[in-house]
């Protein structure tokens, strides 16, 4: 099992840049696939990017792409989000997940507490 602790939310103004960071607890984080989603208000939770276990592959949403990049450093057991030119449509609670399946959008087993990312225009 894993525990996730996101950070690094805050207000940033309409083209700004933010890094989110994940902190994983435990000894077997590079076995994790990771992710991030996010939920804005009155909306479903989201994918917004992921990253396999060794780093090796990442993907995005089409709305993230070219502005947010996914990272990891395991012997810190971090997974970081940095975003850039962000939007007031970026505007949600920005969740870390993980997953020891495979590599997917959707199926994660272990979430975070949310951290939020609010985007002023």
């Known amino acids: 099992q894993v525990q996730l602790v996101e950070s690094g939310g805050g207000l940033v103004q309409a083209g700004g840049s933010l890094r989110l960071s994940c902190a994983a607890s435990?000894?077997?984080?590079?076995?994790?696939?990771m992710g991030w989603f996010r939920q804005a208000p009155g909306k479903e939770r989201e994918f917004v990017a992921l990253?396999?276990?060794?780093?090796?592959?990442?993907d995005y949403a089409d709305s993230v792409k070219g502005r947010f990049t996914i990272s990891r450093d395991n012997a810190k057991n971090t997974v970081y989000l940095q975003m850039n030119s962000l939007n007031t449509e970026d505007t949600a609670v920005y969740y870390c997940?993980?997953?020891?399946?495979?590599?997917?959008?959707?199926?994660?087993?272990?979430w975070g507490q949310g951290t939020q990312v609010t985007v002023s225009s």
């Open positions: 997940a993980a997953t020891k399946r495979g590599l997917s959008t959707e199926r994660y087993d272990y």
């Open positions: 990253i396999s276990r060794d780093g090796g592959i990442t």
């Open positions: 435990g000894r077997t984080f590079s076995s994790y696939h």
